[in-house]
Structure formats: structure tokens, C-alpha cells
């Protein structure tokens, strides 16, 4: 985990000059004992038409029939906004994940269950951002469908453009994705059924003490 910057120290932090690191009145501790859960940061990652955000958004449902804190930062979505300057370069892609690696961590601060639906292709730009928080805090979650089912599925038509050529650097197509290596979770959201996926999530939470079994 990155090191956290002393209370009231001046310090810099890139462009930014004498800032100063400010405590909560209310921590990360007093919020889960009030919600009855943990935070913690789920990141679905996978080719475009893997399911990553139909599941993170289904399991985001689940979760919020038991009373629980979430919210669904969705690749798409964040682009209308926070990273609509950011286009689809290496460079962009590597800026566009490490905002929102900073963005899950103020969500997991505040006490909320984030889930985070990108393709983020690299496997650095992952790391990076499971080395922000601490450990058991980041659950990278593989949807792990081959590249034809998602071909096949094209919601949005992106892969039929790629093909055509009139999308330039497509993740799957002319640029790479790097699989994650060891993710907590790897699931075929190729084959299987949404409701088992939605499952093998929320027991791999319960196990790992994030929220409290059903």
C-alpha cells in the first residue's frame, strides 16, 4: 500500500505544492461498525462484452437488497464526466485507471462496497491500484469470457467497427489485454449464468469477512 502522508505535514504531490493531509472526524472503523460491513473495493476487469458491468451491476442489486453501502463506478459512465478528457492511448488508458484508483479508495474510505467496471487492459495499471489500499481490501475480479463470445455479443457494435478499422488501439482487437495473473475471482461470464456469478461474488465476500453471511 502507498504510504499515507502525516496529518498537517506540508508536502507536494506532483503539480500540487504545499498541501496538507486533513483526518476524517468520522473513520473508515466507525462507519463499518455502524453499517454492519466492511468497504471494500471489487474491480471487474475483462474484454468489452465480458459481462463486467452486467455483473458488478447485479451484484451491486444483491447487495443493496441486504441493506448494504454501494455504488457502481462504470468505465463508460466515468468517461461522460470525471475522464472525458482522456481518450483511448496507452498513455490515457494508464491516467483514466489511476483516477479511478484514487476515486475507489475515497469510496472505500467512506465506508462503501465500490465496484469498478473497466476493461483496464494492463496489468500494471491494476497493480497499481490494488497498491493503493491494503491488503484484503481489493478484490480483482476476472470475467473471464473468450474473446469470440464477446465478439459474438457486441452490444455496442465496437467490435465490428475495430474490425473495420474505424476504431483504432480496440482492446482484443489491435491492442492487447493482459489477463490478470492470480485475481481473487476468475469467472466465466462466457458460460455461465448470471445468478451463479452473482453468487460465487457475494460468497467470496461473506468468506473474506466483507459483509455478513445471508
Request: with cysteine; hydrophobic share 40%.
Amino acid at each position: 500500500m502507498t504510504a499515507s502522508p502525516t496529518y498537517g505535514e506540508l508536502t507536494n504531490q506532483g503539480a500540487s505544492t504545499n498541501i496538507a493531509w486533513h483526518q476524517a472526524s468520522v473513520d473508515r472503523t466507525a462507519r463499518a461498525e455502524q453499517r454492519g460491513h466492511r468497504s471494500a473495493i471489487l474491480w471487474f476487469t475483462g474484454l468489452s462484452g465480458s459481462g463486467k458491468s452486467t455483473l458488478a451491476n447485479a451484484v451491486n442489486a444483491a447487495l443493496f437488497t441486504r441493506g448494504l453501502a454501494t455504488y457502481v463506478l462504470d468505465g463508460d459512465n466515468v468517461r461522460h464526466g470525471l475522464c472525458k478528457d482522456l481518450g483511448f492511448s496507452d498513455a490515457d488508458r494508464e491516467e483514466n485507471i489511476r483516477r479511478i484508483g484514487e476515486v475507489a479508495k475515497l469510496f472505500l474510505d467512506s465506508g462503501v462496497i465500490v465496484l469498478t467496471a473497466f476493461v483496464s487492459p494492463f496489468r500494471a495499471d491494476r497493480d497499481k491500484a490494488r497498491e493503493l489500499v491494503e491488503d484484503g481490501d481489493f478484490l480483482e475480479i476476472h470475467c473471464a469470457a473468450d474473446l469470440d463470445v464477446c465478439e459474438s455479443r457486441d452490444p455496442k457494435g465496437l467490435y465490428a467497427k475495430a474490425r473495420a478499422g474505424q476504431i483504432k488501439e480496440f482492446t482484443g482487437i489491435s491492442s492487447p489485454y493482459e489477463a490478470p495473473e492470480a485475481p481473487e475471482l476468475k469467472i466465466d461470464t462466457g458460460s455461465q449464468e448470471l445468478a451463479e456469478s452473482v453468487e460465487v461474488v457475494l460468497k467470496a465476500l461473506e468468506q473474506r469477512g466483507v459483509i455478513p453471511a445471508a
